[in-house]
């Protein structure tokens, strides 16, 4: 049953994000990859988690690199353009940069644009991050199947046409 609902939700979300301009170009596991034509024709993976917080992680092939985002509806105190320092603890493995606070199908979240391929590296072969923002809150997420998600990721940009830079 749990597995159904979570499921659906990722279907309707998936819908949602289809009539946001996405399209989506397959699956793997518990992650849809879409191609985003705002960010270049970039391609990234998105998945839902039981605790509403949705995250996305792709190529930004209009800028040169790539993103991470999450949204999650009891993040009330981000403010839509607000900056802060989002930090990305992987165990042996940190990461830090800023990350800007978006709203997204009136959910708030945080955008974090990276050029450092190495972060993909460790996004694909970790079981889990924690993700620690400013205000030093915490969220650790599951990263189950997300070798193959990235793997997918990069072969869906494989196809996409070169993108204008801006």
Known sequence: MY???LTTMALC??????AAGMERWGESGDWTILIDPEKGNGCLAWKPFENDM???IGA?????GGFFAAFYPAWVQIEDGAT????FDFGDAQFEGEAVGVFKNGVPGGYAFFDNPAFVTEFGKRQS????GESGADVEL??????KAIEAVLACQAEQPEP???
């Open 164 to 166: 204008l830079k801006n």
């Open 60 to 64: 930004a092939p209009n800028q040169a």
């Open 142 to 147: 599951d990263l189950s199947g997300s070798a």
């Open 3 to 5: 597995r159904y609902v």
């Open 13 to 18: 979300c998936a819908s949602v994000l289809h």
């Open 84 to 87: 802060g320092i989002v930090k």
């Open 54 to 56: 949705t995250v996305e």
């Open 129 to 132: 991050v924690t993700i620690i």
